[in-house]
């Protein structure tokens, strides 16, 4: 069954908070490289998120 587009929002916002996490855990070992990749994935799992939410916003204001 394929996601619906609050489904696919949801899942990057929860992609983006696992890596997130992720990479404090990676800083706090000291490993920064790996930390700052994880923040760079992280932030593109955020823009996604946002995107999809967007998309969501402007559909639901064009039914109005």
């Given at each position: 069954m394929p996601?619906?587009?609050h489904?696919?929002?949801a899942e990057?916002h929860?992609?983006?908070?696992?890596?997130h996490?992720?990479?404090a855990?990676?800083h706090?070992?000291?490993?920064?490289?790996?930390?700052?990749e994880l923040?760079?994935q992280?932030?593109e799992?955020?823009?996604q998120?946002?995107q999809y939410?967007?998309?969501?916003?402007?559909?639901?204001?064009?039914k109005?």
């Amino acid at each position: 069954m394929p996601q619906s587009p609050h489904d696919r929002a949801a899942e990057y916002h929860n992609l983006a908070a696992h890596a997130h996490q992720a990479a404090a855990t990676a800083h706090g070992k000291g490993d920064h490289l790996t930390a700052h990749e994880l923040s760079q994935q992280a932030h593109e799992h955020s823009k996604q998120a946002y995107q999809y939410s967007e998309q969501l916003r402007a559909d639901a204001k064009a039914k109005e």
